[in-house]
C-alpha cells in the first residue's frame, strides 16, 4: 500500500507560494494543494538571530513514491532553498480520494498543463 503525505512550507509571499505549488503539481510531485488564505506570524531563529514575519503556508498532497523528488523541488525552488521549512505528516482518508491522489501523482503519466 502507498503511503499518503501532507508536505507543507511556509514562504514570504502569497506569489512565492503560489509559484511553488503550481510547479509542485504540474510536474506531478503533489496531486493538489492548498496555499493559506491568511498569513500566519511567524517566530524563528536563523543564523543565531531572532526573526519575526508574515509567512504563507503551503500545504501539498502526495505520495511517499514521490517524497524525494518533491523535497528535492522544493530546496530547488523555495526562496530559502535546503534550509527551508518543510514538514511531513502521514495521511489516512477516504479509499477514492488516496486514489485519486495516487493515479495524480503518478510518474508514469507525464501529461502536465501548459
Same mark, same amino acid.
Given at each position: 500500500m502507498?503511503?499518503?503525505l501532507n508536505v507543507t512550507t511556509?514562504?514570504?509571499t502569497q506569489h512565492e507560494a503560489f509559484t511553488i505549488l503550481r510547479?509542485?503539481?504540474k510536474k506531478k510531485l503533489a496531486a493538489s494543494g492548498q496555499i493559506s488564505t491568511a498569513v500566519v *506570524?511567524?517566530?524563528w531563529w536563523h543564523n543565531e538571530k531572532y526573526c519575526e514575519g508574515n509567512?504563507?503556508?503551503l500545504l501539498l498532497k502526495t505520495t511517499a513514491g514521490r517524497r524525494a523528488e518533491l523535497e528535492k523541488h522544493l530546496a530547488d525552488v523555495?526562496?530559502?532553498g535546503? *534550509?527551508?521549512e518543510v514538514t511531513i505528516v502521514p495521511i489516512d482518508g477516504s479509499e477514492n480520494y488516496l486514489n485519486w491522489i495516487?493515479?495524480?501523482t503518478d510518474h508514469q503519466s507525464r501529461r502536465r498543463l501548459p
Open positions: 502507498d503511503d499518503f511556509a514562504v514570504d510547479s509542485a503539481v *506570524t511567524a517566530a509567512e504563507w503556508v523555495h526562496p530559502r535546503a *534550509t527551508a495516487r493515479r495524480a
